[in-house]
């Protein structure tokens, strides 16, 4: 029996039957008990994100299906084929991608893997000039996230940021 989060990982991915990817995973892998579900983490860096853009004086950002989706596609690719970049299949990025998901006005994307936990991440993306940028940059009004597993146990993260 799948749960709620791997079959809505496995219907965003667009696969026919509900099934965990063969190459990634929408929870922690066996063998790594301290890893936190993917849901879970998705929910918490978009909580972080707006909790450092209201301390930083910005508003709070919508969370947008589309931008979803986009993220967790390439979190998808990157944990299937452990390239960690900002581009995805057939050299996509992260603009290519939010329009095939629906989305018109994407902003910018972060993405990470390997952090066990969202402080961890949310440290290191606020460590980052370009991250915090996006994460702090007011004038950006929506937010997707996506965390998938490898089958390592590594999590792969994107955070997909929209103009609307």
Same mark, same amino acid.
């Given at each position: 029996?799948?749960?709620?989060?791997? &079959?809505?990982?496995?219907?965003?991915?667009?696969?026919? /039957?509900?099934?965990?990817?063969?190459?990634? =995973?929408?929870?922690?892998?066996?063998?790594?008990?301290?890893?936190?579900?993917? $849901? *879970?983490?998705?929910? %918490?860096?978009?909580? *972080?994100?707006?909790?450092?853009?209201?301390?930083?004086?910005?508003?709070?950002?919508?969370?947008?299906?589309?931008?979803?989706?986009?993220?967790?596609?390439? /979190?998808?690719?990157?944990?299937?084929?452990? =390239?960690f970049?900002?581009?995805?299949?057939? =050299?996509?990025?992260?603009?290519? *991608? $939010?329009?095939?998901?629906?989305?018109? %006005?994407?902003?910018?994307e972060?993405?990470?893997?390997?952090?066990p936990?969202?402080?961890?991440?949310?440290?290191?993306?606020?460590?980052?000039?370009?991250?915090r %940028?996006?994460? &702090?940059?007011?004038?950006?009004?929506?937010?997707?996230?996506?965390?998938?597993?490898a &089958?390592?146990?590594?999590p792969?993260?994107?955070?997909?940021?929209?103009?609307?």
């Amino acid at each position: 029996m799948l749960s709620s989060v791997a &079959l809505g990982l496995a219907l965003t991915l667009g696969m026919t /039957s509900p099934q965990i990817p063969v190459a990634g =995973r929408a929870e922690p892998v066996a063998g790594y008990p301290t890893a936190v579900p993917a $849901a *879970r983490l998705m929910s %918490e860096i978009v909580t *972080r994100t707006n909790q450092l853009r209201h301390r930083y004086g910005c508003g709070r950002l919508a969370v947008d299906r589309d931008l979803i989706q986009a993220s967790v596609r390439q /979190s998808y690719f990157m944990a299937s084929t452990g =390239r960690f970049s900002h581009y995805g299949p057939g =050299r996509s990025t992260f603009v290519n *991608r $939010a329009h095939a998901a629906g989305y018109a %006005e994407p902003a910018a994307e972060n993405i990470a893997w390997g952090y066990p936990t969202t402080d961890a991440v949310m440290a290191a993306w606020m460590a980052s000039p370009g991250h915090r %940028e996006h994460i &702090l940059d007011c004038r950006i009004r929506s937010v997707g996230t996506g965390v998938v597993y490898a &089958l390592n146990g590594l999590p792969y993260y994107t955070e997909v940021f929209g103009w609307a």
